[in-house]
T-cell receptor, first 111, second 113 residues
Framework: DAKTTQPTSMDCAEGRAANLPCNHS???????VYWYRQIHSQGPQYIIH???NNETNEMASLIITEDRKSSTLILPHATLRDTAVYYC????????????FGKGTTLSVSS | EAGVAQSPRYKIIEKRQSVAFWCNPI?????LYWYQQILGQGPKLLIQ????????DSQLPKDRFSAERLKGVDSTLKIQPAKLEDSAVYLC???????????FGDGTRLSIL
């Protein structure tokens, strides 16, 4: 079973920041938090991952709480193309470990 | 770099027929995964290969599903005979041995009539 809890759905206005929360209260000390998204009729797309520190890349920012029990994915300026299902996944550090997906959060961006 | 390639993109068959899916991973990626995604759910791992060896097939219904990766590159997933509950998207993913994120193909959407 997935080790994360996410809201089923969220709405965001185009141009505004989208903040997607994830709860992973049972995370182990060496497990990473990964975020993927899946746009309709496409395969999941990697967004970002982190262990303890906050991370930022060209797609998003990841904020992990100090106790590591929750995190937030931030899309700073959401566009219509960001409409997708967003998955928060906890993953052991061993290379090649398969991903365990939950149901994710459906983000709807509207104009 | 080229992404993970899958074919066919769509397949419709009748129950009890057989079907096969093909996957070509990203060049140099040693690990290959097959996931099943039922409508409204997240992907679920069916089988994982490291080069041409099976790492995990605990979730593969072996009475009807089979998969192979003979030369450690391309892979095929077969269902024989298909059941109605096999209607799903079958996703292939690959990753390198250095722990980099998995990359997914766009999947094969299977419909069983």
């Amino acid at each position: 079973d997935a080790k994360t809890t996410q809201p089923t759905s969220m709405d965001c206005a185009e141009g505004r920041a989208a903040n997607l929360p994830c709860n992973h209260s049972t995370i182990s000390g060496n497990e990473y938090v990964y975020w993927y998204r899946q746009i309709h009729s496409q395969g999941p797309q990697y967004i970002i991952h982190g262990l303890k520190n906050n991370e930022t890349n060209e797609m998003a920012s990841l904020i992990i709480t100090e106790d590591r029990k929750s995190s937030t994915l931030i899309l700073p300026h959401a566009t219509l193309r960001d409409t997708a299902v967003y998955y928060c996944i906890v993953r052991p550090p061993q290379a090649g470990t398969a991903l365990i997906f939950g149901k994710g959060t459906t983000l709807s961006v509207s104009s | 770099e080229a992404g993970v390639a899958q074919s066919p993109r769509y397949k419709i068959i009748e129950k009890r027929q057989s079907v096969a899916f093909w996957c070509n991973p990203i060049s140099g990626h040693a690990t290959l995964y097959w996931y099943q995604q039922i409508l409204g759910q997240g992907p679920k791992l069916l089988i994982q290969f490291q080069n041409n060896g099976v790492v995990d097939d605990s979730q593969l219904p072996k009475d009807r599903f089979s998969a192979e990766r003979l030369k450690g590159v391309d892979s095929t997933l077969k269902i024989q005979p298909a059941k109605l509950e096999d209607s799903a998207v079958y996703l292939c993913a690959s990753s390198s041995q250095t722990g980099q994120p998995q990359h997914f193909g766009d999947g094969t959407r299977l419909s069983i009539l």
